[in-house]
């Protein structure tokens, strides 16, 4: 896989004929804010059908969907790969040892608030978290596309990436369901742990379902004519996701909540540069530029090609390998969990910052012990 593919938007990008009118689309009726407007809706609605009926028409009848689920998916994702387009087009890589890290720290007392975030509209790469897979379709969740109205909610729609084989049909975002997972957290009281407001969103959304489930009509008149809606089994259908998902969901907000607390506490942590697999001579066009418009013009063509300025997060990580970690060889090893600490400082200790307590893998502790759990992240 080229290291560009390795993000959501990037194999977004090269697999939907539709992009340059989804993005040009956005920024005309939605300009800088994140939430999309009804006329946005209706509009992308509109671009989506044309091209999935074109699509489906090139289709033998048994190869098409046997429902709309595949659209109604792609419709949103249209809408959050445009949005994040129009806002910046920022990428944050986590690696892999970091990654490890933050699987191993704690949430549960992280207060909502407490939060900064770097843009309004911006995706967090993992990698492909082989233990967390969506729909047990081979699906895993390896990213999130995070938009935030300040004061107001975040929204998450977490990614995934196939370790399946795939043709790479044109076709194949009509017939093969892009998955992902959208729940939205509020943010309206900063003192709420992180985990009561994800079970509160759980909750809401169930019962919004429920409401719409009561209201929806078993048929609908089309000219005259009464034909069955299928609105009913559908939202039953996204209920049993929603809640089948949510432990995936779960498990996946420690990644992504540690990794916004890693931006907020250590924002110096992150190098901005092109991928290693960029073109070298097309950087060095850009490194021997003259003038501005040189710059701009090989950065455009690169843009255009599917390279985008990564924020790689943790350059002054160090992994620390378990045989390094332990003191006492005869003793079991297992991980000493890290957390978060919301830590006084300034004139008067007034403000408040958060600091890293690590994780570390060790030995199994002495029954006296009364160290500090972890190591403290400190640049």
Partial sequence: MAETERYHPERYRISRPFVKQAIALYSNLTGITTISNYDTLDAMHSLLKDYYNYELSLLPFEQRPNNTKNFSNENALALHYSSWSCHGRQIFHFGDEINQQFRHTDIDQIQIGLI??????????FGIQNDLPLDNEQNFVDGAYISVIPNELIQVVLTTNSTAIRKKLSSDWVTIRDKYYFLSLSLKEPSQN???????????DLERSKLSLEKAQETINIDGVKIKSRRRENIKVEDAELLEGFPVFRESLRLIINGLCYLSAYPDDIDLRWPDDTPKSMLDKINSATKAKEVQRTTSKLTS???TKINYCGKSFEKKSPSTLGVNNELRTHWRRGHWRNQSHGINMSQRKIIWIMPVMVKKEKPNSTEESGHIYLM
């Avoid at 900064?116 to 790469?125: A, D, G, L």
């Avoid at 009561?196 to 969103?201: A, F, I, N």
């Fill in 116 to 125: 900064n975030f770097p843009y309004n509209m911006f995706y967090m790469s």
């Fill in 194 to 204: 992180i985990l009561d407001v994800l079970e509160e969103s759980l909750e809401s």
């Fill in 305 to 307: 090609m599917g390279y």
